[in-house]
């Protein structure tokens, strides 16, 4: 048994750990009508897929893994209230699996991301660039272009400009330590590591993003965590 701490699930600090599965083969598909068998919980995990597709766009979601989990009961709240009815008739279910089963858990982690991601979003697009009345014109697209690097030009037709990936510091062991220090916290039997592994299934989640791999080294990646900030 590892030697685990409350900070190995969640900290103030940093927020809740989720620990996903990057096997292509347990990558979930979104599907409504799901073809799996009914004796199990790839059904609803692909229902639940498809519920989150419709709602923060279509992707195939990595698998959270059999381990202990955390969860945040205002934030299932709030799924609950986006998708009274599946849940209802989920709650209405005597056995997993039936047609229209939403999967808590498998949701819950990924409603998380694509929640943080949607307020760093907003922040960027609504909160710094846009317009006292929210509009969205030449002068606020003249803006991000300039922002992105693409220099002081009134020419924005069919220009590009590269953003190139850096590599994270926000990890670096002695970042973590000092932060966890600072409240009093202090990881167990796993640690805080970003690994590529994951940037394909989070590649909107940039502009100052955390996302943390922790629990086997990049070498192995067949168990990976995910790591977003509350929000």
């Not at 600090?13 to 068998?37: A, D, H």
């Not at 381990?67 to 209802?88: N, S």
Request: proline share 5%; with cysteine; net charge neutral.
């Amino acid at each position: 048994m590892k030697d685990l701490h409350a900070a190995d699930f969640h900290t103030p600090s940093f927020g809740l750990v989720f620990r996903l599965l990057s096997w292509p083969g347990l990558q979930s598909n979104p599907e409504e009508i799901s073809t799996k068998p009914a004796n199990g919980e790839w059904r609803p995990l692909e229902y639940t897929n498809f519920l989150l597709s419709k709602r923060f766009g279509f992707r195939r979601r990595p698998y959270p893994t059999h381990v202990a989990k955390v969860g945040a009961i205002p934030l299932m709240q709030e799924m609950t209230r986006m998708w009274a009815d599946e849940f209802a008739t989920t709650a209405r279910h005597k056995f997993r699996g039936e047609r229209g089963d939403a999967y808590m858990m498998f949701g819950f982690v990924h409603f998380v991301v694509e929640r943080h991601r949607e307020a760093l979003l907003w922040t960027y697009v609504v909160g710094k660039i846009g317009g006292e009345r929210d509009e969205w014109g030449a002068e606020q697209r003249r803006r991000v272009w300039t922002e992105l690097g693409g220099g002081d030009d009134s020419v924005l037709e069919g220009r590009t400009v590269k953003v190139s990936v850096t590599k994270r510091e926000t990890l670096a062991d002695e970042r973590v330590t000092a932060v966890l220090d600072a409240t009093g916290d202090a990881l167990g039997g796993t640690q805080y590591q970003f690994c590529e592994c994951v940037v394909s299934f989070l590649m909107g989640v940039t502009l100052e993003t955390v996302v943390l791999t922790t629990f086997l080294p990049c070498s192995e990646p067949r168990r990976l965590s995910v790591w977003v900030p509350r929000r």
